[in-house]
């Protein structure tokens, strides 16, 4: 019987089968190449002994850890608000891991430092595979991940595309915004605004595309003005745009968040929401269920692009071909503000 203070080692595991410590290397490290007979004489060894592999060694074998990095170049603060869509991104990411008996590594990197540091980590292929979220402005590092051959995956369509060209797994934003524009315009609202995500961004790059488009075909003139995508930047907006145009009947923001802080302003301002002024928000995130009143907004699927996105990874580690896009479909939610 083996000590309590004994590690079980291959060895004690090939004698208790009656087979070779190649033999239970390979069973261990997940190979399919051996008779199922003996394979489970192993697995029952392995039960008996209480063996547990040593994970450092198994990958210098292997070159593989079973974990997969999901990066996020925000700040803390910025991942865990209140808007709900990194923790739902984690969520999906998290539940296809699991599903795959992978191991998620979350990096933060919301400083110049930090993502040096990401890099050094990265490339020095501490995990199986990388995705990026939030990718601000044109980021080198996925191309880099991807030209040394690590799987990478984005969401969002990566800003200035690359070679070796990196997958993504996005929304149709563009379509996205003209439906909720030709909401507004269908009923009636003449003098439509928005409040654009950050222009560093790709989602608020093709919000913004979105609402201009749908504009442009009922001939009427866009009145803009930027947010960041959190509640206080809404909210400034909002009275950018009431001192711009006083005249303004219809809001589209490009994130819930952001309509709920221009909601606020909206009310400060003595406008009523939806008499007055008519909102529509994006991503149908909790909060825009419980804005007073409940925000109209278009939805996008957040959790299933965190599932998606480790799907194609998966598949990219297998050596299979995978599109570049994945683009998932956009739903207008008619609640009250609009």
Known sequence: MTSARERP?????ARRAGVSRATVSRVVNGSTTVAEPIQEAVRQAVRELGYVPNLAARSLVT???????????????????????FPSIVRG???ELEAADKQLVLIMAGSAASYDRVERYTTGRHVDGVMFASIHGVDPLPGTLARIGIPVVCS????????PPVPYVDVDSVGGAAKAVRHL???GRQRIATIAGPQDMVAGVDRLAGYRDELK????RSIVANGDFTRESGAVAMRQLLDDDPSLDAVFVASDLMAHGALRTLREAGRRVPDD???????????????????TTVRQPI???GREMVRQLLRIARGEEVEEALILPTELVIRETA
Do not use: N
């Open 185 to 187: 315009l269908d009923g």
């Open 9 to 13: 080692t291959l060895e004690a595991v």
């Open 303 to 305: 959790i299933d692009i």
């Open 277 to 295: 002024v008519a909102v529509v928000g994006f991503d149908d995130v909790e909060i825009a269920r419980y804005t007073d009143p409940p925000l």
């Open 217 to 220: 075909g009922s001939r009427r």
């Open 93 to 95: 990411v998290s539940q």
């Open 156 to 163: 969002g369509r990566p800003m200035g595309r690359g070679t």
């Open 63 to 85: 070159q593989r850890t079973d974990s997969i990095a999901l990066i996020l170049p925000e700040s803390a603060t910025r991942v865990f608000s209140d808007d709900q869509f």
